[in-house]
């Protein structure tokens, strides 16, 4: 699944996303029907709420990802999230437009609050990238850097 | 309207744009390094963000990046990226005694993004003489890990809600094939318009 993408998951299976730098890879799930979904965000709030690319913008991708896991049958009150990313890549000059991972971190972690859905597992900030990979039916989110750690959530 | 509708004189205009400023940045290289620097043809497209990565081997291959930020007239992200082959090379001939394979510290680190600086100044200052831009450039920031990781801040800024950027970028080539390096300019999307109009102003047959 590519930068500002999303996908569905319905029963076993995997999804994964490559490379997330200050980007941050948001999954939502119902574990009891098992039904998952995977975005990946790209910036903290969208140009307007009718934006062409939902999936980009962290207010309207989880509303995205929220639309579409009530489609496949998941309910709203049993949502779990779990979400990995926002990273700083660059080190050691102070820039504003570096410090974007950071920003997408806080969009999520609010919108995820605002619609009541519980967190329960992140792996943010820092200055590595990330390769992260969702499975069901273990609702494991497994989480690779380049330097070849592997955390499991 | 989306500021990226672009026909092929346009394209062209912007070609030859980054021509120039590469051709600058590889004679700023080669007196860097000494010896010949050869350029590839510069390409300049509208890219889904997939094929940005894919240009330098996909979302997950290992890259060395060096980030510069463009400020004023026309903003936007600059990347020298290089494999990492081409990277230890470079710094080896940077670094006096140092051994090729040795972990990165702080003088590779500074090695490669004054690399980055001098490319990134001769291009700069190439294209603001040519347009009449007021640029500037921030200091270099050098990061090694994944091309998708390294490269989506560029991709942020450089995008509107279509998800594409556009991408200007050359190869710059040191030795035999020795040292490789991609340079990327990514235009943030707001300045794409004046960009174009300053192009389409300057192309007689535009």
Redesign the interface.
């Known amino acids: 699944m590519?930068?500002?993408e999303g996908a569905l998951l319905c029963g076993p299976g995997r999804l994964v996303t490559?490379?997330?730098?200050?980007?941050v890879g948001v999954v939502i799930y119902d574990p009891t029907v098992e039904v998952a979904g995977l975005v990946h965000v790209?910036?903290p709030a969208s140009?307007s709420a009718e934006?062409?690319?939902p999936q980009?913008y962290a207010d309207t991708a989880i509303d995205w990802l929220v639309g579409e896991l009530v489609r496949a049958g998941a309910s709203p009150e049993r949502f779990v999230a779990k979400y990995a990313g926002g990273?700083q890549?660059?080190?050691?000059?102070r820039?504003e437009?570096?410090r974007?991972g950071e920003r997408n971190v806080e969009a999520v972690a609010q919108e995820l609050a605002a619609r009541g859905i519980p967190v329960i597992g992140r792996d943010v900030g820092g200055?590595?990238?990330?390769?992260i990979g969702f499975e069901l039916p273990s609702c494991a989110l497994t989480i690779r850097t380049?330097r070849g750690e592997t955390r499991v959530l | 309207m989306n500021p990226y509708e672009l026909s092929g004189a346009d394209l062209d205009a912007l070609r030859e744009f980054g021509n120039i400023g590469a051709g600058h940045a590889a004679t700023a290289l080669s007196v860097l390094l000494g010896g010949v620097v050869r350029m590839s043809v510069t390409d300049a497209r509208l890219c889904r963000?997939?094929e940005v990565?894919d240009v330098v081997g996909g979302?997950?291959a290992?890259v060395v990046a060096v980030?510069i930020?463009i400020d004023g007239e026309i903003a936007g992200s600059m990347f020298v990226v290089l494999s990492l082959e081409s990277a230890d090379r470079l710094v080896n001939g940077l670094i006096p005694g140092r051994q090729p394979g040795e972990p990165y510290g702080e003088l590779e680190?500074s090695a490669l993004g004054e690399v980055g600086n001098i490319l990134s100044g001769a291009y700069v200052a190439a294209i603001s003489d040519l347009c009449g831009f007021r640029m500037a450039q921030?200091?270099?920031?050098?990061?090694?890990?994944?091309?998708?990781?390294?490269?989506?801040?560029g991709?942020?800024?450089g995008?509107g809600?279509?998800?594409e950027v556009l991408l200007i970028s050359t190869r710059l080539m040191h030795g035999g094939r020795e040292v490789q390096a991609h340079f990327f300019l990514l235009p943030d999307f707001e300045s794409a318009p004046k960009l174009f109009d300053t192009l389409r102003g300057q192309m007689p047959s535009g």
Not at chain 1, 18 to 23: A, D, F, K, P, V
Not at chain 2, 142 to 149: C, R
């Open positions: 590519g930068i500002a490559t490379g997330l730098g200050s980007c790209m910036l140009p934006t062409k690319a980009k990273a890549m660059f080190q050691g000059v820039m437009a570096l974007i200055h590595q990238g990330r390769t380049a | 963000f997939a990565v979302s997950d290992m980030y930020r680190y921030s200091i270099p920031a050098v990061a090694i890990d994944m091309a998708a990781a390294l490269l989506d801040i991709l942020m800024f995008s809600e279509d998800n």
